[in-house]
């Protein structure tokens, strides 16, 4: 009997309420970047402490990268959302009501970062459960997209909230929202439809374990881990520092709002895009060789810009084509391990993504006398050069199987 499968519009509510509360917990993870200064004199501490808000959620998210994917594919994405969508909410409002109170601020800080996971690592799981296969790209796109417009917000609108609102009331606004996000999911969310949204066979997956080991001896998939450890080093690396990159250049906090908010405007616009033409061609490839190329000019400007026009428009390119490669390689290596759990292949890009935060912390190693982060800057556009390698060997999934 052939099994019935069928695209549902509901389809699109459950990827709306996933893409906010992805939207809420950027904010609360970016929110410090573009303020970095007037934080630190507001807790009292040194920028390097103020930077480790930001990077508390790559540290928390390496040790719970794996048990949480075995979570997403073992009891399904709501649970695992809901999970981490009202831990993000509680721990939100926690840390705006610590006040000046650094120590209660960071703790909270790494429980809102041990919610990240949760919903990081079912950035592929929604679409897989939803969408048909050809869709699934551009549904990712989607979520990297919301993810981009919660960085944007958080870099674009606290400078601005700053100049009539202390720094824990903002904090206490952000929570709020975001534990609003989280009843919404909570409400709207579905694990699956009622049949499946494609044929037998592109649905199924195998055990999580299994999936793991799988996952590993695929070997196109390390170099998909590999250029994703790149691009994701080089976008948390700019966007945690980005106010101290600037700063030595005359640049004001405000500019650094600005910059980081244009970043991801490029980056909003480039995880449509590139994805959806992705989709459309069925080429992976093609689009991880644009997306690396094309973010090398923006990067060298970022380092370069003594205007804000260069500067603006640097970010904005960087924006662009870096950002749009992170859909176009989570789909490639879902389906390059295949059948691996979503939830798990997801989760291994996301792990290596995460545990960029070594080079945000040779960002900081690196930086001159006088605040430049000129040669960490460099450093990055070197490995942006070796990623292409990378991706030279990563053929697409049709053409890998039909030379098997």
């Known amino acids: 009997m052939t099994t019935q499968y069928k695209i549902y519009p509901y389809r699109w509510v459950v990827l709306a309420v996933f893409m906010l509360v992805n939207i809420t917990i950027q904010i609360l993870w970016i929110s410090y970047a573009p303020i970095t ?82 919903l990081l690592n079912t950035w592929t799981k929604v679409p897989a459960n939803w969408f048909a296969l050809e869709e ?30 202390s720094i824990s009331t903002i904090q206490v606004s952000y929570g709020s929202i975001a534990a609003v996000s989280a009843v919404l999911f909570i409400i709207f969310s579905r694990e699956t439809p009622p049949t499946p949204p494609c044929p037998p066979g592109q649905e199924v997956r195998a055990l999580m374990l299994d999936g793991l080991k799988h996952a590993l001896t695929v ?47 490029g980056g909003v616009i480039g995880a449509v895009v590139i ?6 061609q069925r080429k992976r490839q093609l689009y991880l060789y644009i997306a690396f190329i094309g973010a090398i000019p923006g990067l060298i400007g970022l380092t370069f810009a003594t205007t804000s026009a260069l500067l603006f428009s640097s970010a904005f390119v960087l924006g662009f084509f870096l950002t749009s490669a992170m859909p176009v390689i989570m789909q490639y290596t879902a389906e390059v391990t295949h059948p691996t759990p979503e939830g798990t292949s997801n989760g291994l890009i996301q792990l290596f993504g995460q545990a960029s935060v070594v080079f945000v912390f040779f960002m900081e190693a690196l930086k001159y006398s006088d605040g430049s982060f000129t040669p960490a800057l460099l450093v990055a556009v070197g490995f942006l050069v070796i990623s292409l390698v990378f991706i030279s060997k990563m053929k697409d999934p049709l053409e890998l199987i039909q030379n098997t």
Not at 225 to 243: D, K, M, P, R, Y
């Open 37 to 118: 200064g007037p934080a630190a004199a507001f807790y009292g501490v040194n920028d390097l402490q103020v930077g480790l808000f930001s990077m508390s959620f790559m540290i928390a998210f390496i040790p719970l990268s794996i048990p949480v994917s075995w979570v997403i594919d073992t009891y399904g994405f709501r649970l695992a959302v809901s999970i981490g969508a009202v831990m993000m909410g509680i721990f939100g409002i926690l840390r705006g009501a610590a006040g000046t109170n650094y120590a209660l601020v960071l703790w909270s800080t790494f429980g809102i970062a041990a919610a990240q996971p949760f």
């Open 219 to 265: 070997k196109v998939f390390w170099y998909g881990l590999a250029i994703t450890f790149v691009g994701l080093g080089i976008f948390n690396g700019v966007t945690t520092w980005v106010e101290n990159i600037i700063r030595p250049r005359g640049f004001s906090p405000t500019d650094a709002g600005t910059l980081g908010a244009l970043m991801i405007v």
């Open 275 to 280: 994805p959806a033409l992705s989709d459309k």
């Open 136 to 165: 699934r790209a551009t549904a990712v796109g989607l979520v990297t997209l919301a993810s981009l417009v919660g960085t944007a917000l958080g870099m674009a609108l606290t400078p601005i909230l700053m100049e009539s609102l």
